[in-house]
């Protein structure tokens, strides 16, 4: 039987490997970390707060084929809140909630239905946003001679200030995680193609109903295991050696593991680390990728102030706050009583699961048991700006007093909440930087090796860095794999 070596057990390593194990190929797949997930990942309950923190709002889309393939094998599909159709609430300077709420009818009608009844642009505006999208509604996309930016493309399709303040600023960011001056349009437009000329289901937006590390990285190691693959934690690759048929990898623990196939699914950083001098010219270019960050702020506040999944913050830095007791539907009890010490997370695993599985509905915002266990309500709230590098350099209490500052602006029922626990977390390398240089060095599945092959949300997938580029990417090197095998 032939055997793979996967490195890396993100969702690139985790598309790959499960496929591969599906297929009745046998893996081992080295991860460096205690975990599978990569950088979707989630923090334990630690120090003075009190609750898990997940490291990005990881939003999943309906037209994440790859991504929900990936997941329904490991059978986490049940696991998400979907807006749909896709609803988008903004609070504006002042405490105006403004909307953009799609209706139940065939893309891209129900997206036109949603902007024409929308009271979040002015209607000169509207015209101008429907005009522009109808650019990405077949391939080739439409785009006048030299627009090669998304800034370019605002302005040549006069985009008025509060369509750029509300939708394609934060959109961009969202999805590519770099300023609209660098990003390249062709990246948002197929991101824009799919979302809303496919199927109406295409634009739903999925929130977990876990923190993300015990949406899959159990899940996926138990699956690869009933499999017969092996999943080997902090196991990171330190060696790579690389000759015409044959490889070897030298791990932490200085075992070699070797295969018929090698598929490397790791960062770019890492990569250009390992690789070795062969010339390979696209090798050359894994350390010029760029790294662009994304800052969260995680708060639990004294009272509850929103009820929405997520709410945009019109005009803000941080451009989105995630409600994570709509999203994980907590209660309170339990998870939020704070003993005032650090403590573990109080539901094993399988019960946590098993209560999240079976309520799919918000829960209500009142805590039970926070503080002296005097039943006062609480709000656990996280903040998250993308294209970030200019917020990660900032120290804490500076971005808790904005992010602060930018909820009690826009929702005036924060402005008597105390926060009770905050935390910040700083993703310095949370994507690469997709610009019109770096698209030209992302590099393909197939490496020189004719066994050896990369994936990963960097490699050419033509998507984002996102769950779904790296799931695309995790899913084709399998291929690669099961073609070179046969
Ligand atoms: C804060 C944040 C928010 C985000 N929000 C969203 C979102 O809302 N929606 C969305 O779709 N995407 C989002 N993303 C992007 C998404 O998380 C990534 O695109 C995706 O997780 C990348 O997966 P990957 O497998 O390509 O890489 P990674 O997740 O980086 O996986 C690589 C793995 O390789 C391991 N590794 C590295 N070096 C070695 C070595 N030498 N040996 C062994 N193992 C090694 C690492 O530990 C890691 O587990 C977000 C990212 C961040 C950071």
Partial sequence: MPKVIVVGGGYAGMAASTALAEAGIA????????????????????????????????????????????????????????????????????????????????????LAWGLFTSNAFPFKEKTSMARALSAFSKKPFRLSPGVQTVAQFLDATAQGPLSRERFWVPLCGSVMNVSPAVAPIGGLGEVLHRVFFGNRRDSAMGVARLPLGDL???????????????????????????????????????????????????????L?????????????????????????????????????????????????????????????????????????DPLPQGEREARFNASSTPSPLRGEGWGEGDGKDFQYLSFTASAADDLAR?????????????????????????????????????????????????PPCQTPYPNVFLAGDWTNTGLPATLEGACLSGRRAAEKVRAYLS
Avoid at 287 to 315: A, D, R, Y
Avoid at 415 to 428: C, F, I, N, W
């Fill in 27 to 110: 893996v081992d797949l080295l991860e460096s970390r205690g975990s599978l997930g990569g950088r979707a990942y989630s923090i334990p309950p630690s120090g003075p707060f009190p609750v898990p923190v997940d490291n990005g709002p990881h939003l999943f889309m309906g037209c994440y084929a790859e991504t929900l393939r990936m997941l329904h094998r490991i059978g986490a599909t049940d696991a998400f809140h979907w807006i749909d159709p896709l609803a988008l609430t903004w609070r504006t300077p002042g405490g105006k909630k403004v909307s953009l709420k799609c209706a139940p009818l065939p893309a891209p009608f129900h």
């Fill in 272 to 344: 250009s680390a390992l690789w070795p001098r062969d010339g390979w010219e696209a090798a050359a270019h894994f350390s010029q990728m760029g790294k662009s960050s994304i800052v969260s702020v995680h708060v639990i506040l004294s009272k509850p102030v929103m009820g929405e999944h997520l709410l945009g913050l019109s005009g803000a830095r941080f451009e989105w706050v995630f409600n994570r007791n709509a999203n994980w539907a907590w209660n309170g009890k339990g998870l939020f009583k704070n003993t005032g010490t650090p403590h573990p």
């Fill in 394 to 442: 900032q120290k804490d209490p500076e971005l808790l007093s904005l992010a602060r500052r930018e909820l009690t602006d826009r929702c005036p029922a924060a402005k008597d909440a105390q926060v009770l626990h905050s935390k910040v977390t700083r993703e310095m390398a949370a994507t690469f930087v997709w610009s019109g240089e770096t698209e030209r060095l992302r």
């Fill in 216 to 270: 899959v990285s159990e899940k996926a190691r138990r699956y690869l295991e009933e499999k017969g693959s092996r999943v080997l934690l902090h196991e990171g690759v330190q060696e790579l050696t690389l000759n015409e048929k044959t490889f070897g990898v030298k791990t932490r623990s200085g075992a070699v593991w070797t295969g018929d196939a090698l598929v490397l699914a790791i960062p770019p950083s890492s």
